[in-house]
């Protein structure tokens, strides 16, 4: 079964099963092993880290059902969940679908406000504060050097025997017209902190610190550095998931397993 599910990650000790600690994967497992009668493991596309939201989170869920009622069961599922999780769709996935390794990108954004009065209370929780003017243009030039396939190690927390190679296909900040600056990015996939780690190093470029080479130079030397800020997580949203045609799906799954595959060790 494909899941599409909204949350808002303020409340959660991120996407993954903890525990003693409150996660998304927790309270979805919890519900649905309630509702099935029977243990249930929940793989979702993109894990995401403590205080990340989704609007466009999508995961899959392995059951032996002779129906399943959508209409009949959305209500019971929503009321059983906790009013910061959002369950939109359940439907059959076709063969092959899996929510993590048949993806072809996943899309964020992230929100700053640089209006000298801090953003608006009622948004407060998806936009961050930024006491200097950006400019968004000198953002986009700088940001450009990191559009492409490039191993992001300098921008991603370590994981012993991990790939950082990603391909970003589109970064791009935005006016909103709140004025908020809204970064839109989209990759093959992200890494943990990269997204946040990228926008440390073009708010600096944006507020006039450091020239619009700076990012390309901390890509290049492919090593965190602590002149990279990793910014605050509650403005990421995970926007948005795309997957493949249902006849590429198995093929994007095996793609991907080997693309993401442990870096053997010397």
């Not at 903890?18 to 029977?38: H, M």
């Not at 953002?139 to 990191?146: F, H, I, P, R």
Request: charge should be neutral.
């Amino acid at each position: 079964m494909r899941l599409d599910i909204s949350y808002d990650g303020l409340g959660f000790a991120g996407w993954a099963r903890q525990n003693d600690l409150r996660t998304v994967q927790g309270d979805l497992e919890r519900v649905f092993s309630q509702i099935l009668r029977a243990p249930c493991s929940i793989t979702c596309a993109g894990r995401t880290d403590a205080g990340v939201h989704a609007r466009g989170q999508v995961a899959h869920l392995d059951v032996a059902l002779p129906q399943w009622d959508w209409y009949f069961d959305a209500g019971r599922i929503n009321r059983a969940l906790p009013h910061d999780i959002r369950v939109w769709t359940v439907t059959v996935a076709p063969d092959g679908f899996d929510a993590r390794f048949s993806a072809l990108w996943r899309r964020y954004s992230y929100r700053v406000s640089d209006d000298p009065c801090g953003p608006d209370p009622l948004v407060r929780h998806v936009s961050m504060p930024w006491f200097r003017r950006l400019d968004l243009d000198l953002m986009n030039e700088a940001g450009g050097s990191l559009v492409g396939e490039h191993d992001f190690t300098a921008f991603c927390k370590y994981r012993e025997r991990a790939t950082s190679i990603r391909d970003i296909t589109h970064l791009r900040w935005e006016r909103e017209p709140s004025g908020t600056a809204a970064l839109h990015i989209q990759a093959d996939a992200f890494c943990r902190s990269m997204v946040r780690s990228i926008v440390g190093s073009l708010l600096p470029v944006g507020d006039g610190r450091k020239p619009i080479t700076w990012p390309a130079e901390v890509l290049a030397g492919r090593a965190r550095t602590p002149w990279v800020a990793v910014m605050p997580a509650y403005p990421l949203v995970l926007e948005e998931v795309g997957y493949p045609p249902a006849h590429e799906l198995g093929a994007r799954q095996a793609i991907t397993r080997s693309l993401r595959a442990p870096v053997p060790q010397s």
